[in-house]
């Protein structure tokens, strides 16, 4: 059983940066591309980045361009999201999620086998 567990929520003032970093339990599991999700109070799980090992493609929601920043280790089976210029509306639960093989996209849930649990990201003013 493939297990993704993420670190490094928690609450930062409007402006700051957090890192979230996510890392795949299972030693012979291989990923495709790996990606994030948030979810805030009330909304639904919504597209934040993802990253696809073959050519290091990116891609990432219009939301976050150029404040986030979506990097990895293909061997180590992690990714990390850089959190910059953070706002309120940022505030959500955020998920990692892994893929083992290509889809025809990565930014919407169904692309993705494996999740974590979340990391609360708190943005307060």
């Known amino acids: 059983q493939v297990q993704l567990v993420e670190s490094g929520g928690g609450r930062v003032q409007a402006g700051g940066s957090l890192r979230l970093s996510c890392s795949a339990s299972?030693?012979?599991?291989?990923?495709?591309?790996m990606g994030w999700f948030r979810q805030a109070p009330g909304k639904d799980r919504e597209f934040v980045a993802a990253i696809r090992w073959s050519g290091s493609a990116r891609w990432y929601a219009d939301s976050v361009k150029g404040r986030f920043a979506i990097s990895g280790d293909n061997a180590e089976n992690t990714v990390n999201l850089q959190m910059n210029s953070l706002k309120l509306e940022d505030t959500a639960v955020y998920y990692c999620?892994?893929?083992?093989?290509?889809?025809?996209?990565?930014?919407?849930?169904?692309?993705?086998?494996?999740w974590g649990q979340g990391t609360q990201v708190t943005v307060s003013s």
């Open positions: 299972h030693r012979t599991f291989s990923s495709y591309a």
């Open positions: 999620a892994a893929t083992p093989g290509p889809r025809s996209g990565y930014n919407y849930e169904g692309a993705y086998n494996y």
